[in-house]
C-alpha cells in the first residue's frame, strides 16, 4: 500500500511562488509515475502537470506551462511542484498522483492513477 502525503499549500499573493511537496511511504516510488491535480470549488479535478518513473518526460497544462514545473527525487520518495508567478484562477486543492509504471510514460487522465493524497489548499489573492 502507498500512502501520499501532500505539503506546502497555503495563502499566496498574485504574483507569489509556492513549492509543494508529496511525500511517499511504501515501496516502489521509483517505479511510479507521478501527477499533481487541482480541483476548484465548483469545477472537475484536472491534471496540472505529470511525471514519468525516470523524470525524464514532463507534462504540463497549457494553463501552467512557464509558471509550474513538476520533478522528483526518487531517494527521498518525492515529487515536487514548484509554482511561480502565481493568479487567483490558481486557487484550487492540489492532488499528488500515483501509480505503478514499467514505461517511460506520464498520465494526465485521473482515472489512471491508483493513489491519491489528502490534498492541500492553495489560494492566490489578487
Known amino acids: 500500500q502507498v500512502q501520499l502525503v501532500e505539503s506546502g499549500g497555503g495563502l499566496v499573493q498574485a504574483g507569489g511562488s509556492l513549492r509543494l511537496s508529496c511525500a511517499a511511504s511504501g515501496r516502489g516510488f521509483s517505479s511510479f509515475a507521478m501527477g499533481w491535480f487541482r480541483q476548484a470549488p465548483g469545477k472537475e479535478r484536472d491534471v496540472v502537470a505529470a511525471i514519468n518513473w525516470r523524470g525524464s518526460s514532463t507534462y504540463y497544462a497549457d494553463s501552467v506551462k512557464g509558471r509550474f514545473t513538476i520533478s522528483r527525487d526518487n531517494a527521498k520518495n518525492t515529487v515536487y511542484l514548484q509554482m511561480n508567478s502565481l493568479k487567483s484562477e490558481d486557487t484550487a486543492v492540489y492532488y499528488c498522483?500515483?501509480?505503478?509504471?514499467?514505461?517511460?510514460?506520464?498520465?494526465?487522465?485521473?482515472?489512471?492513477?491508483?493513489?491519491w493524497g489528502q490534498g492541500t489548499q492553495v489560494t492566490v489573492s489578487s
Open positions: 498522483a500515483a501509480r505503478s509504471s514499467h514505461v517511460s510514460n506520464y498520465y494526465t487522465r485521473s482515472y489512471e492513477y491508483t493513489y
